[in-house]
Every structure is written in C-alpha cells, then in structure tokens.
C-alpha cells in the first residue's frame, strides 16, 4: 500500500478488523497489523463510535466495546467532531452526490477538513467523491 500521512478510517474497516469479519478480516489484517509502526496518524469520527458499538450493545458483549476503545486508544486514533461547519460541508456533499447517506457526508466532510490523505471505506459509491483520495478494502 502506498504510504500515506493522513488515514480515515470509515467504520466498515474497524468492524472488519475487530470482529474478525470472514469476508475481509484476511484482507484487511495487514493494514491494521501495521498501525503501530506507521507514521501516518489516524483518525475516526463520533459516527464511527456510534455505529461500531450498536451490534456490541445489542448482544450485551462488554469485551467488543472494550477491545474498540482499546483500539482507539492504542492505535493513537484522532476523534473528529461534528461542528456546524461539518454539517454545512455535508450538506454541501449530499447536494452535490444525490445519493449518498447523510452519515456517510458527515464522514467525508470530517476528512475533507482535516485535508486528510486516505479515506478508506468500502462502500463503492463512496469511490464517486473525488475531492479526496477515497479506497475499498478491496483495493489495500
């Protein structure tokens, strides 16, 4: 994978790697295994938090929630925030891009805005936003 300073991480990939998803934990085990000696810094977003931890909450598992605080934690995860300019830029993106999901121009607004290198997702229609260099698991 190219070297990248700046690496977003959509919420897909961190269910990927954590639970150890069949698909594509083989896929994306590399990526992830290579975190702590890469100097990139890494950011998630409150979106992400929201969305990782609904299926641990769900089926009450205490260690899913505590292995993603960890890894936010011990990977040196940067946490953007939702700002009144975030939303303004998401609505921007969703103006622009009819069909993507109000989450998903919040995540890339986030990005945008921290001028951020990699975005890296795997929903495909996300590869559409070419103001930032966006990627597919597929594609690591």
Do not use: W
């Not at 896929?27 to 295994?33: A, Y």
């Amino acid at each position: 994978m190219t070297v990248y300073k700046s690496i977003f991480l959509d919420t897909a990939p961190v269910i990927y790697y954590l639970q150890n998803d069949e698909r594509y934990f083989d896929r994306i085990k590399p990526f992830f295994r290579s975190l702590h000696i890469s100097r990139a810094k890494f950011f998630v977003s409150d979106i992400t938090i929201e969305e990782y931890l609904v299926y641990p909450y769900r089926i009450n598992a205490d260690e899913l929630v505590d292995d993603f605080f960890d890894f936010l934690k011990f990977g040196k995860m940067t946490v953007l925030h939702i700002n009144s300019d975030i939303a303004c830029e998401a609505a921007k993106i969703r103006a622009k891009y009819k069909g993507f999901k109000a989450m998903d121009a919040f995540q890339l607004a986030m990005a945008k805005s921290e001028n951020i290198e990699l975005f890296l997702t795997n929903d495909k229609q996300l590869l559409q936003f070419k103001e930032m260099n966006c990627k597919i698991v597929d594609e690591l």
